[in-house]
């Protein structure tokens, strides 16, 4: 319980101004890679021809590129957001065509 109350519950051990894990990079540019795909394949149809995946895409490339004041966490956390949002909307966009 003390070390709770010291460190706070989500007290992570490490680095935190950057990306260590290789498994996260690889996550991050194969995320940014299919949203690229995506958009190219959404682009190259009249009928739903749409942004809203390079929203996507942009979320992917925040946490790789962007680290702020220093702090890796606020980076990925900014990065999901746009990834969760830009995802739903370019489904309903993509589903109403």
């Given amino acids: 319980m003390d ?7 989500f007290w992570i051990n490490g680095n935190l101004t950057a990306i260590n894990s290789g498994l996260l990079i690889l996550l991050l540019a194969v995320g940014a890679i299919l949203s690229l795909i995506i958009f190219y394949l959404a682009w190259q149809n009249l009928t739903t021809r749409t942004w809203l995946p390079i929203l996507c895409f942009v979320g992917f490339l925040i946490p790789l590129i962007v680290h702020g004041d220093g702090n890796i966490l606020k980076s990925l956390i ?20």
């Fill in 3 to 9: 070390e709770i109350l010291k460190h706070g519950v």
């Fill in 78 to 97: 900014i990065g999901y957001i746009f990834i969760i949002v830009g995802a739903s909307v370019s489904v309903q966009a993509l589903r109403f065509l």
